[in-house]
């Protein structure tokens, strides 16, 4: 089955660290370009993070700019985002999206919680 | 970075009546432009892309239009299954800015 699947998300103080991964099943992971979108309580779409399929190119959202770090494993199918600095406004739930331009697949998103 | 405008914010029409919702560019994007639908506690799911393309799977009441600056998502006969928030989203380059979002239900 063709699938995205998060984790890694929980409950971190303000100045925090976590790690999300995206586990992709299904297709050929290394040829893909990847992104994080998120999307915080009650609130829309938010596109954060980009990765060229061979990782060589990254692009940031200024909202985290210096703070996250995006980064993917092509051996084990996997996409990574490294959250340092975390804000209360980061609290979201984090999708990762398979890229072709558009994005035609996605998972199923992992809450990320900061607060105090 | 080019900004995304859509509208309305949210709308409410009866079952069977014809729903358009617009999406405004800052600047032109061709026709590099996806519509998603994300149903209450869902996951988005991708309608459109490249303004007018059907996703394979999506009911022919979905159609898109427009290029340059100015776009449309039109739903010929509204069903209560589309119930959800729309969103537009361009991909010419980064960041793949999304737009506000609209919220459709039914009245």
């Known amino acids: 089955e063709v699938q995205l699947v998060e984790s890694g998300g929980g409950l971190v103080q303000p100045g925090g660290s976590l790690r999300l991964s995206c586990a992709a099943s299904g297709f050929t992971f290394s040829t893909y370009e990847m992104n994080w979108v998120r999307q915080a309580p009650g609130k829309g779409l938010e596109w954060v993070s980009y990765i060229s399929s061979s990782g060589s190119t990254i692009y940031y959202a200024d909202s985290v700019k210096g703070r996250f770090t995006i980064s993917r494993d092509n051996a084990k199918n996997s996409l990574y985002l490294q959250m340092n600095s975390l804000r209360v406004e980061d609290t979201a739930v984090y999708y990762c999206?398979?890229?072709?331009?558009?994005?035609?697949?996605w998972g199923r998103g992992t809450l990320v919680t900061v607060s105090s | 970075d080019i900004q995304m405008t859509q509208s309305p914010s949210s709308l409410s029409a009866s079952v069977g009546d014809r729903v358009t919702i617009t999406c405004r560019a800052s600047?032109?994007?061709?026709?590099?432009l996806a519509w998603y639908q994300q149903k209450p506690g869902k996951v988005p799911k991708l309608l459109i892309y490249?303004?007018?393309t059907l996703q394979s799977g999506v009911p022919s009441r979905f159609s898109g239009s427009g290029s340059g600056a100015d776009f449309t998502l039109t739903i010929s006969s509204l069903q209560p299954e589309d119930v959800a928030t729309y969103y537009c989203q361009k991909y010419n380059s980064a960041p793949q800015t999304f737009g506000g979002g609209t919220k459709v239900e039914i009245k």
């Open positions: 999206a398979r890229d072709r331009g558009y994005f035609d697949l």
């Open positions: 490249a303004a007018s």
């Open positions: 600047q032109g994007i061709n026709n590099y």
